[in-house]
């Protein structure tokens, strides 16, 4: 069992900055590939961002490359999403999400993730 906890939402100017972090519980955190997902109101949840157990591999959705960097530090138990040059359209709540088993052709998908946390508000205003 893992549980996940968000934080760093906010309300942020467009071009402005936020840090989120999501803190995990138990001694397994270094066992799961990690994953950043929104979803804005009326919307479907979509990808964000992931990064695999070690922290050797990440992956963008193409909507925040290059504004956006997962990392993780395993000694703390924490996967943090850096956004830079933030945009009204990045508004929504902002989840994390524990993945056990990580391949090229999944991480994108929320269906396959084992545990989320209850996500954080981000609003970027214009």
């Known amino acids: 069992q893992v549980q996940l906890v968000e934080s760093g939402g906010g309300l942020v100017q467009a071009g402005g900055s936020l840090r989120l972090s999501c803190a995990a519980s138990?001694?397994?955190?270094?066992?799961?590939?990690m994953g950043w997902f929104r979803q804005a109101p009326g919307k479907e949840r979509e990808f964000v961002a992931a990064?695999?157990?070690?922290?050797?591999?990440?992956n963008y959705a193409d909507s925040v490359k290059g504004r956006f960097t997962i990392s993780r530090d395993n000694a703390k138990n924490t996967v943090y999403l850096q956004m830079n040059s933030l945009k009204p359209e990045d508004t929504a709540v902002y989840y994390c999400?524990?993945?056990?088993?990580?391949?090229?052709?999944?991480?994108?998908?929320?269906?396959?993730?084992?545990?989320w946390g209850p996500g954080t508000q981000v609003t970027v205003s214009s």
């Open positions: 999400a524990a993945l056990k088993t990580y391949y090229s052709g999944n991480y994108y998908s929320p269906g396959q993730y084992d545990y």
């Open positions: 138990g001694r397994t955190f270094s066992s799961y590939a």
């Open positions: 990064i695999t157990r070690g922290g050797g591999v990440t």
